[in-house]
Structure formats: C-alpha cells, structure tokens
C-alpha cells in the first residue's frame, strides 16, 4: 500500500491538468506491504496504515482482487466487502475510487521506471498503438491500453475465462485430462499458478507450489522431494502455454505498441530456458507470424505494478 503527495503539476483541487499528456509520478512518502489473510476486515488493515495521526487523504484508489460494480466491490477470495462511501466517510477520504487489480496494474505500465522492464523481444514498436497487458498470477489477467491522442485508455476485460487452445500434443492431452475433472476448460486453468501445479499434477508429479516446482527444475530444492525431470516438463509446457495464450492476446488486440508481462509467476520463473519456450510459442502463428514478430514483448520485474497503478488512478481524481 502506498501513500504518496500530489504531482507538482496538478491542479490546486488535486486534478490533473485537463490536457497533460499524462500525470507526473507523485512522490511516495509512505509505503508498506500487508498480508491480507493477517486482518479480519480491509477497514481494519487501512486504519493501520493510515494511522491516529496521518494527514488529510485528498483521494485514494483501491485494487481489489474481485469485481467491482459500481462503488461497491466483493473480493473473490476473502469474505471482504468494500464500500467507497463508507471508506470515505469513515476516513475522511475526499475521494475514493474501487477498480479491479488487473485494471489498476494496466494503468500501472506508465508509471513504471524503465528499469523494472526487461524486454523478452524487442519486435518494431509503432507509437499510439494498440498494447496489451497480461498477467499470470493466482489468476490470468488480460487488459488493453489504446492510445487516444494524449489520453491513455484502460480497457479491462475477462480474457483469461477464454477457453484453453492447447497448442501442442501434450497441450491437448492436458487438456483432455482437465476437462475429464471439470468440464470447459479456461485458459486460467492452466496459465497461472494454481495452473502450473495443475500441469505438474497432470504429469504425475504430484501437487506443489510454483516455487517449489521451480526449485526443483533448477536442482536447487534440499531435500529433494519433486523429481526434478518433472519439473522441468511442467515449466516447458506452462511457458509454451503461456506464450501461445499471449501471441493470441497481442492477435486479438493488435498490440502493435507491445505486449506487457505481468503477475509474479514469469517474473520469478523465468529464466533464459523458459524464455526461449515462450518466445516460440508466442511467435508461432502460422501465416500471422510475421505480424507477431513485430509485436515487442517485455517483462514487468516491478512487483508494485498493481500499486502504481492505483496511485496514478488516485492522482487522477
């Protein structure tokens, strides 16, 4: 959670110039990071980090991970439920904003520092195009960024509910396997966290946490209890699933201003093996490869996305 001071160049009302061409990064005066499982309501957990003492709030955005209608939002898993006018009167808040998390990391992408941005393939990027942002984490996100004059436009939406291409023999034997436990089978299911333990399962390796399959992929887990061959198989089908299911974003959008990685799971797996499996995946569609290989693709490092995000919504208000 963060708190930062208003831009230099907003208006005296908190606003941002009507015609800037975006909002200058505020100035992060406090930061800190909670366990939400820790508090036994989100009221709670924000007095906390507000404090008995804290300066007046001008406006406040909230990412939560759960839909958002309206002024009011359900997180999907934890019994929290928030109400922007009762946080605002409670708080003393001028303003408060509730948006989905993936919309909040998508207009996170311009508040990034150059630095938390490793570029996987640099592609030919065209200024004021199209990009996309996808995101695998507890779940899949996917989000559009359309360029508008100076204006930046989110455009959330539920593209990792999509059903699941496989996009090889094995992809589609998985497939098979999951749709015997559960039916339909989503691109979720498989592009995310829970997903890599899926396929890890699927392979016969038994149920773990990404972290641990991962540990054991490089041979690094003591004692070992994952058979690291295994392992290595569940990285390479979930970063060929994940680079098809991204091409296939970057197809649907055109993201000819470039594809953004997003979420822990790539970030913290990825290694130049796995990489190279994405980038396969990802360039691989048949007559449209050329169209994809023009498309840059980078990977978001900065674990704060989702929060930066948030913050330039709030100086926004």
């Not at 929290?80 to 303003?95: N, S």
């Not at 295994?230 to 201003?257: E, H, P, V, Y």
Request: proline letters at 6%; glycine letters at 10%; a negative charge.
């Amino acid at each position: 959670m963060l708190l930062a001071e208003a831009s230099a160049d907003s208006d005296a009302d908190g606003r941002q110039p009507a015609h800037a061409p975006r909002p200058t990064s505020p100035r992060i005066i406090v930061e800190r990071r909670y366990q939400n499982a820790d508090w036994p309501d989100f009221s709670t957990l924000l007095a906390d980090f507000l404090g008995a003492d804290g300066e007046p709030v001008a406006a406040a955005c909230f990412a939560v991970a759960g839909p958002v209608t309206g002024t009011t939002a359900r997180l999907t898993y934890l019994p929290w439920q928030l109400d922007a006018a009762a946080l605002a009167k409670r708080f003393a808040i001028g303003d408060v904003l509730l948006v989905n998390d993936f919309l909040a990391a998508a207009r996170g992408i311009d508040a990034l520092p150059a630095t938390a941005l490793r570029t996987l393939h640099a592609g030919k990027p065209q200024p004021g195009a199209a990009r996309v942002v996808v995101g695998a984490g507890t779940g899949l996100g996917v989000a559009g960024l359309l360029e508008r004059g100076e204006e930046t436009r989110v455009v959330p939406s539920e593209g990792g509910h999509q059903g699941f291409a496989p996009y090889s023999l094995e992809h589609a034997a998985l497939w098979q396997d999951l749709f015997a436990q559960n039916g339909r089978v989503t691109a979720e299911d498989v592009v995310s966290g829970p997903g890599l333990t899926r396929v890890m399962a699927f392979l016969g390796g038994g149920e773990w946490p990404p972290a641990q399959i991962s540990a054991a992929a490089r041979g690094e887990e003591r004692p070992p209890a994952i058979d690291a061959a295994k392992a290595r198989t569940a990285l390479a089908l979930w970063f060929s699933a994940f680079g098809a299911f991204a091409g296939d974003q970057a197809l649907t959008w055109l993201a000819r201003g470039g594809v953004y990685l997003a979420g822990g799971i790539a970030a913290k797996l990825m290694d130049e093996t796995q990489q190279a499996r994405f980038l396969a995946a990802f360039l691989d569609k048949r007559e449209h490869r050329s169209l994809t290989a023009e498309m840059p693709v980078h990977l978001v490092t900065d674990e704060r996305l989702g929060a930066l995000g948030a913050l330039a919504l709030a100086a926004h208000r």
